[in-house]
């Protein structure tokens, strides 16, 4: 496979990731730990699969390390729950948004990594990215709602856990992508058993609920993560670190053009500043 194609491979998985938001927003009132396990286990039956279509499957498990496994479930289980639970406690675009500095924190914590260097041009975007954060956070002046703080805290911490999985992979790049089959299964049967222990089953009801469920499983928690795997094992991983800047604005779009978020000033600029600020740090990474 080519460089070219990896890379065009790894985008889609933005693209996919754009539509998270959306689709967790639909399956409301499908509690976090539940969501998560219906859809993860949609996503490995699939990845799984096709997998064993390709052979050599379990005998390319057991070269796999171990910190890899906990690394790629605690990711993938971390990341979501988070990220589901701060979507039910705060209103989806502004918890979204917050959600989507991980390609910002990406560029931080890259350049804190032994072989890089943390530039002006990374504090200047962090600087102009937290600003964006903070404007919705404060509501564009209408006032701090402590209402929506646990959301916007699980947010943070959504984009810390998914922002250090992805540096930290870069340890492993020779495991093969067929492993994220079972991250995906093994993090279905975890959110599965934080259901049973801390939720109320939902049984889901009416088709957007399902479809949203069914999408989520396919796509953005599904095929997603294999894509995004041939990308940064085989392609340009700063050009699709960069591409993943564009999923805010993305994500925020799909909202608005779906009525889940009104097409607000503040919305926008805060979109904007994060995307931007981001922007600025990939390019304090491509300076020399």
Do not use: N
Not at 79 to 105: N, T, V
Not at 191 to 210: D, K
């Amino acid at each position: 496979m080519s460089k070219s194609l990896a890379t065009t491979i790894g985008f889609g998985a933005v693209l996919l990731w754009s539509l998270l938001a959306l689709l967790t927003v639909g399956s409301d009132p499908i509690p976090p730990f539940q969501l998560s396990a219906m859809a993860f286990l949609i996503g490995g039956l699939v990845g799984l699969g096709f997998s064993l279509k390709r052979g050599h499957l379990f005998r390319t498990l057991r070269s796999v390390p171990v910190l890899a496994w906990v690394l790629g479930i605690g990711g993938l289980f971390g990341y979501h729950a988070l990220y589901f639970s701060a979507l039910r406690l705060a209103p989806a675009a502004e918890a979204g948004l917050i959600a989507y500095l991980w390609p910002l924190l990406i560029v931080i914590f890259s350049g804190l990594l032994p072989d890089e260097k943390l530039k002006p041009l990374h504090v200047l975007g962090a600087i102009v990215s937290f600003t964006g954060a903070a404007l919705i956070v404060a509501r564009g002046g209408a006032g701090f709602q402590w209402a929506y703080v646990p959301g916007y805290l699980l947010a943070v911490l959504c984009a810390l856990t998914w922002s250090g999985y992805s540096v930290v992979s870069r340890r492993f790049r020779a495991v093969p992508t067929e492993v994220v089959t079972f991250f995906c299964l093994a993090t279905a049967i975890l959110s599965g058993l934080a259901h049973l222990i801390f939720e109320q089953t939902v049984l889901p009801s009416g088709a957007i609920t399902w479809l949203s469920i069914a999408g989520l499983g396919l796509g953005p928690v599904g095929l997603a993560f294999y894509l995004w795997d041939v990308g940064v094992k085989q392609g340009d991983i700063q050009l699709l670190g960069t591409a993943s800047y564009a999923a805010p604005l993305f994500s925020t779009c799909i909202l608005i053009v779906a009525g889940y978020a009104q097409a607000t000033a503040v919305l926008l600029l805060a979109a904007g500043l994060i995307t931007a600020g981001a922007g600025l740090a990939a390019l304090g990474s491509r300076k020399s």
